[in-house]
Every structure is written in structure tokens, then in C-alpha cells.
């Protein structure tokens, strides 16, 4: 390719134009020898040598291929000016004005088609493509016999036959408008002149920007090999094309894959203004698309639909592949205010591996094709049903984003979801949830996050279900008039709340229960009632859960207060009935409460509410430096079941340093199983006798270096003195009674009376 040569500086040595039939030779650079130069940038035809200028001292247009000597003659071969190319090129100022100037102007497309003087080699400036509508750019003058027209970027002449006008791309970017768009353009002229503009930098890689307007469309593609689209400048308004009646493949913007004909869009930067009033469903989709950016894109204008969801932004599977490595940030979106149906103004998908994870089947599964290592951050997020829908996703980071008033969730994380960061958002008056992990969504962490809303009786805050496990909360901040602060339920084992502030709960701070009963009994206080049958959600399924609920680990937090006018609980554990009679009973155990503060009391019942429906199936609970608040009592920590209250310690295996709890569950001591000649002495400190015949203590079992326990003997029983097992201060056995209390320490695993 050859290009054009500037032609300002060939004056004849002080600033004149040349005169009619001035001489420009051009040799090799050193020598005498001629070097060609040429009419077109293709360089396939060789000037004359000399170039003569026309009878107004303007020489044609010269394309040169390298550097030059070249000699200015006048017409009598008298010469004007030498030197090289190159030179001159570099030392001339050569503004835009001035090349501008070279090149022979028109006022639009068609009247520069329709002019009768145009030469091959031409070139034109347009000041704009059609009256009123921008798009003024560079075109060039060749043979129709050298291109292919197509009416938007290579357009037939009309006032000369043979010739065809080519836009000149200089800086690799296109114009919407410079190949025909306009704001008075139908949807369909609009359409077709936005997609040769995409299909064009597709092939070439080029960028694809607009002006300011408005403009009607329909579906437009964006193709693998497309740098980058920025249709920012102007408002785009689909027509409604794209609004699906079965599947999720429509959208007024694809990016192609598999499942919308075409190759996966690698490395593209999306960028657009979309006015969605006529009812279109999605946006912008990525198919499949891989490591592609979508920034300051403005979606706004949602019409609400009672059959189907509404999108902002989507990224999903095409099939073959994940969406993956992506980039989605600073973008706003505007969902409808109150949807009829959901609204997901980003949602990400990738395939599960069976439907629900499996939860209703009792075992999970991970992700046959999950959307990898995508980026969600910095987003502005209003209205719709849910602000961020992650499924399938493994690996996504979410952060820095503000959700505001979702009427349903603000961020929603369901089948088999893994290993997911949410951080440092801000999420504002939800209606349900802040967070919920759903359907076998695990190891994913939930930290440093804003979640504040006014509306009362939600679900939860952070709302933790149906198989979802290992999942870290902390520090987050919760100010929610949802029924609770953070809920965990349904076979969702070994979850961690740690070092949460937690505010104005409608029923608990923290609520855990293992399963949903359609309606809970009387005594189970705080117990959630099922929205809807399992059935319901997926044939055949006749349980919430099928495994135990377990290792649920409660720690670090503080509570403030509840719901104004409410009887709540700063933290509640439950076990419950099945929601089908012949169902399995499942179990609530190996729960820790450690470390928890509750700074205060207002509108704050029980600090502890513990219900279990069958005895024995809320067990092992260990409670270790609690902070009750200086004004809690007795009465602020209670146990219930299906018939009434019952004893709190006997739901727990441990308790130390919890203030008031300590007492409530120690007040009575722990009483030795009747009979036992080794008692274990595992989780407590202080015991009691109460054999029903003559017993002798040979030994305590399962003792640890420097336990200390205290015992309070009865008539019945006798410690049984032995040098190795356990020594007494007489150094005799002792016999005791209802008063006779004794002190023991393991030292080198033998108890020694202190």
C-alpha cells in the first residue's frame, strides 16, 4: 500500500503555488535513477515522471511508497526546489486545515456521488453524510472494478459510472453515522447500517463509536474480532424485536457464541446507552464471550412483563463454553420498579450440574460448566427483582457495587455457585434479602458488606439455604427489619458468621433451623414458615433437606436491637419437624456460640432461644465467652420443645465464660448418667450425683491436662481412693452426702483433690 504525499510544500521556493505546468520529478534518494510514484493507494499504477501540474498549478494526487528526491521545474524546466521526501514530511507543520484543503469537498454522500468531475485517485471530504445527521469523513476515488459495493462504507458513483467512493478508516475506528445511521433512520435502514459497521471492524478489528442521537434499531451482533463498541454519544432504542417468548438467546445486543450463530467474542469492550420502553427483555447478552469488558454501559427504560424476566446485562454459556474472565463494571442499570416477573439486571449463568444442585435429590453437584473468574464491581444497580443473579458461577468477584431497592434480593447465588467473593458492597432497601446462597452454593465469602433496609418481614439479610455450605459471613454490617439478620436452614453445614454488627431484626439476629415446617408449632418461636411446598418447586420432592444441619459456627458478632415493638431473639437455634409426615427427621448439631456480644436489650426478649421438636435432635451446642449484656437474666435465655420449656444445658456439650448463660445452664450442675462408675466429665465443670443405689467413682473418663471439675456427692455414691487414678486429700475413699462437695484437677491424668 502506498500513501498519499502531502503536496503543501511544493511551492516555488517562496510560498507560491506553481505555475500551470510545473514539472515534479521523484528519483531514488542519492541518485538520479527515477522511482515511480502512483495514482491510488493500491499502487498498481505508475504516474507519469514528471508529475505535471493542471492548468491551475495543481498536481494530481501522488502516492508515494518510501522516500523520495524529488525536483520542482517550472514549465520552461527551470528548476524551483529540491530535496527529500522525508524531509520535508518531518520538518513541515501540517495541520488538519491544511490537508483538508488538498482534497476536494462535498456537503453529503450524495452529492459527491452524483458529481460528474471525479477522477480514480480522488479524494473527498465530506462534511457530513446526509444534511443534518454528521458522519463527515475522508472518502477515496477508485474503479468500481476494484471493489464491491455495499451502499454503507463502498458506495456506487452515479455521476460517473466506473468509479465507486470507499470511506477511508485512518485511526482503525468507525462512525455509526459515517456509514448511514441517523436519528430520523427507520429501524430497519438503522439496523443494517449500524451491523456493516460491526461486521466491518469484526473483520479488521476495529472499534465502532457513534454521535449524538437517538436511534431506532433492531438486533444488532457483535462478532468476534471486534475491538471495542462505544455507543455512548447517542441514545439506542430497540424496537422490542427482541423480547423472547421462550428462550434466553434474544437480546436487543449479542455478543455471538454457539447458541446464536456465530464464534465466541473474544477481548471485546462494550460500551452503550439503551433505552429499553418498547418492551425488550435483555439488553445485552454475551453468549459464551470470553474475557470481554462491558463499561459505562446505561440501561434504562424497563416495561414491566407478567410471563418473562427483564436483563440488563447477561453473560451465559453457549453450550461449549462458559462466560468467562469477564469484566462487568461501572455500568448503571435501571430495572422496572416493581416487577410483575424477576429482573435481573446482571445475570450471570453457567450450567449446574443437575437442577437445583440436587438438593432435592439429597446430594449436591457442582457445575457441569460454570462461568469462570468473572468481575462484577463498581456497578450502580436500581430497582428490578434481583440486582446481581449469579448461578452455576465459580470464582466470581463482586465488589464495590451499590444495589438499591430490588423489590425481592439484591444479590442471589444459586446452583452450586463456588468460591465466589462478595465484598464491599452496598445494598439498600431489598425487600427480601441483601445475599441469599441457594441450592448447594458453597465456599463462597460474604465480607465488609453495607446491608440496610426498612422494610420488615423479609426473609433475611443474608439468607443461607437448601444445601448451602462452607460459606463465611463476616464482618458485614446489618441494620434489616427482615425477619432475621442472618438465616441459615436446610442440609446448609459448617457455615461461619463471624464478627457481623447486626441490628433491628424483625424476629432473630441469627436465626438456624434444619428444616421449614408449612407451619411451625407454637413453641418454635422464631421459626420460619415455608413459603411454598417443596413439591411445588420440583415433583416429587417431599423434604426440604435430607441430611442433618451441622458445624454451624456463630462467633464474634454483635447485636444491637431489634424490630421497635417486636419480642425478638439475638440468637435462635432450631430443630424441626419434617414439612411431611414419614419424611426423615434430620438434626440440628455441633453448633458453636463463641465470643458474641449483645450490646443491648431493647426490644430483645431472649438473648439465647434454643427449640428442639425431638428430644435429643438440638445437640451438641457449645456456648464459650459470651457477652449477654449486663442486663440479661435468667429469663433471657430459654430452651423450648413441642410441649414446653425444658433445660437448656440439655442441648449443650459445653459452656464457659458467658456470663449469665454460665449460670442458667450450670445453676443445677450436670447430673451423671445413674450407676456410672467412670462418669465422663467431657463438657462440664460442675457435677452432680443422684445414683439410685450404692455407686463407687473409680475413675472420671475423657479427662484433659489441668481440667477442673467440682462435684456434689449424694448419699449413694463413693469416691474410690487409687494412688494412680485418683487421689484424695485423706488419702481414703469418701462416702458423702447432698452436702459434701469435692474438687478435683487432672494432673498427668490422674485427679488430684484440691
Known sequence: MASLLPQLFLDSGAGLTPSDGALLYFNVVGSGTDKDTYTTAAATVANANPVVADSKGVFPPIYIAGDYDWVLQNKNAVQQNAG????????????????????KPFATLAAAVADTGLVDGDSLNLKERTTGNGGGALWDVVFSSTVTENTYNIVQCTGVGTLSLVLRIDDATLNTAEFGVTASGSVSANTLAAQAALDLAATNGYSVTDTEGTYNFSTLLIKNGTKCVDFTSGTWTPDGNSSPTATTTQAAVVLQGAQTGGTIVTGCKVSMKIDM??????????????ECEFTANNIFGFTNDATYNHRGIRLQDDGVSGANRNKVHNNRIVGYSTPTQLGLLIDVWGVPGSDFAGFFTGTITNPTLPALDNLIHDNTLLYGSYAINLQAADGTSVYGNTCRTQNHRS????????????????????????LV???GSRDNIFSDNMCVTGIFAGEAAININTGSSRNL?????VDSATNYGVYIATDSSFNTVDGNHIKNFYLAGVHVENDIMDTPSTNALYARPNYADPDTVLAGATSWTFNDLEGTIIQNN???YGYTGRNTAAISLAQMENTLVGST????????????TVVGMSNVAYCLFVYEFAAGKNSEIRYEGNTFNSAATAIDFLAFNSSGAMDLKDTSVYAAGNDQLDQVIHGNGYTFTDLDTTPSIQYWRFFKCANSGATSITDFDDPYEGKEILIRLDSNTTI??????????????????SNTFLRFISIGGIWIET
Open 277 to 290: 420502553q418498547n418492551g425488550d427483555r435483555t439488553a445485552i447478552l454475551g453468549d459464551g464471550c470470553q
Open 473 to 477: 459471613i463476616t464482618n458485614n454490617y
Open 558 to 560: 454483635a447485636f444491637y
Open 84 to 103: 527529500t521526501v522525508s524531509e520535508l514530511v518531518t520538518s513541515t507543520e501540517i495541520t488538519a486545515d491544511l490537508l483538508l484543503s488538498s482534497v
Open 437 to 439: 446462597l441457594g441450592y
Open 585 to 596: 427427621l434430620t438434626e440440628l448439631k455441633n453448633t458453636t456460640v463463641k465470643n458474641n
Open 411 to 434: 444479590i442471589y447465588v444459586a446452583n452450586g455457585s463456588r468460591r465466589n467473593i462478595i465484598t464491599n458492597n452496598n445494598l439498600l432497601t431489598f425487600t427480601s434479602s441483601a
Open 720 to 737: 474410690v481412693y487409687n494412688t494412680s487414678l485418683i487421689r484424695t486429700i485423706s488419702t481414703a475413699n469418701i462416702t458423702g452426702s
